[in-house]
């Protein structure tokens, strides 16, 4: 048989109306599609890795990092065959395989030799098109490599399901500004719309950024790969942010966003954001100015996560929007009371962002608060979503406060908002302290048995990896029947449980284990891709003991065992021996400069890297790790970055790394 004839999977019909749902053919170059095929290039050392999606008659080219063809006839095309199976299709050598024997791109002036292509599936069972590798040199291909190919792939559709995602939440805000008689109706078909997407988008970034995370961390990953996996580890991350946008506006519109309110350090937020955007604004040659008056209360309650997202959104496009001149913040406070310092009075504080850049067309300013509307600066740089300022009004708003803009073209843009708060005594701050990582158990403790539920082989699979090299006893089922039957022979210390499964769900299951007296000592952990706030009030009535979210935290998967079965670990905790009294009181030397230097200098460059990047996230946990990896070969320069990091010396870390990290 010719393998290269025009080959039709079933139900072509449907395969083709779920290609045109998503609107993306013969759209302009994406950026986000584009780093995902250079990743792919570089993961698997080929020259050319090509999006393909197979339409009715042609073969087009979302991206074709090393190729310059847009599309092709679907007729020779490799990719059409490809999207018949479920499995990466290989072809090692296309000059001795009876598939592509008469494929013009193959004895062609091309001369196509190497192809392997993991096929484009939707969440409803279509192959679209293909992520595929090309080489003009025969090759083998491993199964990891295999595997990285099917990752990608599923991130290619991660991200189309993302854009399908915006519109549809544009369109059913358009729906509900048209129909307000149906506005419970709408809002609940946002609900059920918010909790379908967060599962099914949020879920499947667990895997990619857990297994990057275990993969980072490997002693046996050669530098470069450890670098490749980073590259998708910040790719996650990244979709990750634009996941929690589209979420949050959700969640907003729906009615879900509750005011977490909590005492803090005003002071503190205020450095940290300084520290995180100085080395942004010097590297566009920008002054940053963060300037609080002396009637500022330091120690405040209200929502800080919120209160911290309004400014970060402010600043990262103050900074964006300006090539030259300053990004001033202005931060005031005014009380009713005779002292605006005395605890318990209600303030209210007032913030301004203002910057030096480009400005606002008169056109555009009452646009700017709009959901996915972009102005015309913003949508000439091509990036985010158009939700950053929507989302920022409403929790300003939320916050008891409102926001409002004023810019002159060429010249400056000024945001400026309010929100009310509580002054508070510093003794009652909600102190966070970083969790040291785990490097195994305390002896002589029970053998703790451990089940994990979940229907995606993946998740279970991270989790896995996680608990067994400490010697947690594991068993796994791939739905609540198959729990309640495990938990009835094995009768596990502790269960995390997936609440959405097919069979039965992680509710009836947790229900009937709780509903038996045995059940009670079994601790039950619900673990949900779900972004609603109240789902954790849903678990917690059906009998589980905690909650935990997608994507989580291995601090916070051994913290939940800790707290509800007693396991008690040994951790990598930093060394308390001195080395330099100086770097630990906060007071750094040049002479300790020029050995952080050269300690710093002698790191693999993906170390360096990874703790500048931890640094700009202003990640202590996260810093804490990287360093102890240093300490198992410079203990002197680990402990001293440790003094710098718990003094909160971030910006002389971003200093020593960014040379080196770029």
Same mark, same amino acid.
């Given at each position: 048989m010719d393998c290269n004839q025009q080959l039709t999977p079933n139900q072509e019909s449907e395969r083709l109306r779920a290609l045109r749902r998503y609107e993306i053919l013969d759209t302009p170059p994406d950026g986000a599609f584009e780093s995902i095929t250079s990743?792919?290039?570089? %993961? %698997?050392?080929?020259?050319?890795?090509?999006?393909?999606?197979?339409?009715? !008659?042609?073969?087009?080219?979302?991206?074709?990092?090393g190729l310059e063809v847009q599309q092709i006839d679907r007729t020779p095309g490799l990719c059409a065959s490809a999207i018949l199976s479920n499995e990466v299709y290989t +072809?090692?050598?296309?000059?001795?395989?009876?598939?592509?024997?008469?494929?013009? %791109?193959?004895?062609?002036?091309?001369?196509?030799?190497?192809?392997? =292509?993991?096929?484009? *599936?939707?969440? !409803?069972?279509?192959?679209?098109?293909?992520?595929?590798? +090309?080489?003009? *040199?025969?090759?083998?291909?491993?199964?990891?490599?295999?595997?990285? %190919?099917?990752?990608?792939?599923?991130?290619?559709?991660?991200?189309?399901?993302?854009?399908?995602? =915006?519109?549809?939440? =544009?369109?059913?805000?358009?729906e509900l500004a048209q129909a307000k008689e149906a506005a419970e109706v709408a809002n609940n078909a946002k609900s059920a719309f918010l909790a379908n997407m967060s599962h099914e988008l949020r879920s499947p970034l667990n895997a990619i950024l857990g297994f990057s995370q275990l993969m980072v961390r490997s002693n046996t990953l050669c530098a470069e790969n450890k670098e490749n996996v980073s590259m998708i580890m910040r790719s996650g991350e990244h979709?990750?942010?634009?996941?929690? *946008?589209?979420?949050?506006?959700?969640?907003?519109?729906?009615g879900h966003a509750t005011l977490n309110e909590k005492n803090f350090d005003l002071y503190q937020l205020l450095d940290e954001l300084e520290n995180m955007f100085q080395l942004r604004a010097t590297n566009k040659g920008l002054d940053l100015l963060i300037i609080p008056t002396s009637l500022l209360p330091q120690y405040v309650r209200t929502d800080e996560v919120k209160l911290r997202q309004v400014l970060i959104n402010l600043l990262s496009?103050? +900074?964006?929007?300006?090539?030259?001149?300053?990004?001033?913040?202005?931060v005031s406070a005014f009380s009713n009371q005779l002292s605006s310092a005395e605890e318990n009075t209600q303030q209210r504080i007032y913030f301004e962002v203002e910057d030096t850049g480009a400005g606002i067309a008169a056109d555009d300013l009452d646009k700017v608060f709009e959901a996915f509307v972009q102005t015309k600066t913003g949508r000439e740089s091509q990036e985010g979503t158009g939700l950053g300022l929507a989302i920022t009004r409403k929790f300003v708003q939320l916050m008891g406060g409102e926001i409002s803009v004023s810019s002159q073209v060429g010249c400056s843009t000024t945001f400026k908002f309010n929100i009310q708060a509580s002054v508070v005594a510093p003794m009652d701050l909600e102190r966070q302290q970083s969790k040291p990582t785990v490097v195994a158990l305390e002896p002589n403790q029970p053998s703790y048995r451990i089940m994990i539920v979940d229907d995606q082989p993946i998740n279970r699979q991270l989790l896995h990896k996680l608990l067994k090299p400490l010697g947690f006893e594991l068993q796994e089922a791939t739905n609540g029947k198959e729990a309640v039957e495990v938990w009835e022979s094995w009768e596990p210390h502790c269960i995390f449980m997936d609440m959405r499964m097919p069979v039965m769900d992680g509710y009836e299951a947790t229900k009937h284990i709780k509903s038996a007296l045995k059940g009670q000592a079994t601790a039950v952990i619900a673990l949900t891709a779900s972004a609603l706030e109240d789902e954790k009030a849903i678990v917690l009535s059906v009998g589980c003991d905690d909650f935990l979210g997608k994507p989580f935290r291995e601090a916070d998967i051994f913290a939940t065992m800790q707290k509800h079965i007693g396991v008690r670990y040994v951790y990598d905790v930093p060394s308390t021996k001195s080395t330099s009294t100086n770097i630990e009181a906060g007071v750094v030397t040049p002479a300790d400069v020029e050995k952080l230097t050269e300690g710093i200098a002698a790191l693999p460059l993906d170390i360096v890297t990874n703790l500048y990047q931890a640094t700009i996230n202003l990640d202590l946990d996260e810093m804490l790790t990287i360093i102890a990896q240093i300490r198992q070969s410079n203990e002197a320069l680990a402990h001293n970055l440790a003094d710098l990091a718990n003094n909160f010396q971030y910006q002389r870390i971003l200093t020593l790394t960014q040379p080196i990290a770029g």
């Open positions: 990743i792919a290039a570089k %993961l %698997l050392k080929v020259p050319i890795s090509i999006v393909s999606l197979v339409d009715s !008659d042609r073969i087009w080219f979302k991206s074709h990092h +072809i090692t050598d296309a000059s001795k395989d009876v598939r592509s024997l008469t494929n013009p %791109l193959v004895v062609g002036e091309m001369g196509l030799r190497f192809y392997a =292509a993991a096929p484009l *599936q939707t969440h !409803d069972g279509h192959n679209l098109g293909t992520l595929c590798v +090309i080489d003009k *040199q025969p090759r083998s291909i491993s199964e990891e490599e295999k595997s990285i %190919l099917t990752d990608l792939a599923a991130v290619v559709i991660d991200e189309m399901e993302l854009r399908l995602a =915006a519109r549809k939440v =544009a369109q059913l805000n358009a979709l990750l942010s634009l996941i929690n *946008q589209v979420l949050d506006f959700s969640k907003i519109e729906a496009n103050a +900074i964006k929007f300006t090539s030259f001149g300053k990004v001033t913040v202005r």
